[in-house]
């Protein structure tokens, strides 16, 4: 079944090309990213996985752990680390799961058999602290992810989880933010001091993380 937004990420221990690991006891008390590529030695997940890499210090000032899944088994994944490092530039720095009886990628319904009966398509989970899931996305084989948007959906989520307020359309860190509907104008006056009123549910306040 699709997991939903506001679903227990499911747990499950999986190879990965940092050892074994227990999903739930990996991510402790951080965000997390669990994202599919759909087969390895293939043009498009190499660019990925190498711009991921690339992003790690991006990642881990956000306090997110970044892992990655196919369906490929672990020779396979550390044969193809060699080919990302030549060809990105980065070595590979998170763990990329091993999934061959595709168990995880079941789990997490990566598998779209109209799109392709037997690989992941792009699957994204954006995960909370307190293991629910915040985000999903799902990309096509020949489609690589924008993992700058993905970053910064992080922050949108990281603001509302910190400081009850919502990103609006194109909205890029230190733009200012929307004041949550749930929240009363007396609340928001105490929380934000000023706050600019467009419409009763309409209000700005600067980005509070800027
Ligand atoms: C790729 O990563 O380039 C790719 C993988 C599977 C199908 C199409 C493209």
Redesign the pocket.
């Known amino acids: 079944m699709a997991i939903r937004l506001g679903d227990t990420a499911p747990n499950f221990t999986a190879t990965t090309t940092q050892g074994e690991l227990n999903f739930h006891e990996w991510l402790g008390d951080s965000w997390g990213i669990l994202f599919s590529?759909?087969?390895d030695y293939?043009?498009?997940?190499?660019t990925e996985l190498g711009e991921v890499a690339r992003l790690k210090p991006e990642f881990d000032r956000r306090n997110v752990k970044v892992a990655g899944l196919s369906v490929d088994p672990i020779e396979d994944h550390h044969g193809w680390a060699g080919d990302i490092e030549e060809t990105q530039g980065t070595a590979l720095n998170f763990p990329l799961i091993a999934d061959p009886k595709r168990e995880i990628a079941n789990l997490y319904d990566m598998i779209h058999e109209k799109a392709n009966n037997t690989?992941t398509v792009r699957s994204v989970f954006v995960i909370a602290p307190d293991k629910t899931v915040k985000l999903t996305l799902t990309y096509p084989?020949?489609t690589g992810r924008n993992f700058q948007e993905i970053l910064r959906t992080i922050d949108s989520l990281q603001l509302t989880a910190n400081h009850q307020v919502a990103t609006p359309v194109n909205w890029n860190h230190g733009d200012r933010v929307i004041v949550v509907p749930s929240l009363s104008d007396a609340d928001a006056k105490q929380k934000f001091g000023e706050f600019e009123t467009v419409k009763p549910y309409l209000r700005y306040v600067p980005d509070p993380t800027a």
């Open positions: 590529h759909p087969k293939t043009p498009v997940c190499t690989l084989a020949s």
